[in-house]
């Protein structure tokens, strides 16, 4: 490997380096409290426990029939 051609490797990754340690970045705790606050307001149908069951009509993985006998074909 040329000594040309390893420099351009390097430029680039000292790049890639500057590139992410420009990235706006936030705390921990504000990531945090952003966090809790999504589990908080959007309820997760995989955890039951915590939120109840759920109505039909709010069951994003319930397949609503459009007449017939709801059976679909794959």
């Known amino acids: ?3 040309e051609v390893r ?3 390097q430029l680039e990754h000292n790049k890639r380096l500057r590139e992410q340690f420009e990235r706006e970045r936030i705390s921990v705790s504000q990531a945090s409290s952003s966090l809790i606050q999504y589990c908080m307001s959007n309820k997760d149908v995989f955890i039951t426990p915590v939120w109840g069951e759920l109505e039909k009509q709010d069951d994003p993985f319930l397949v609503q029939p459009k007449g017939g006998c709801g ?3 794959m």
């Open 1 to 3: 490997m040329s000594t």
């Open 7 to 9: 420099l351009q490797r």
């Open 71 to 73: 059976c679909s074909v």
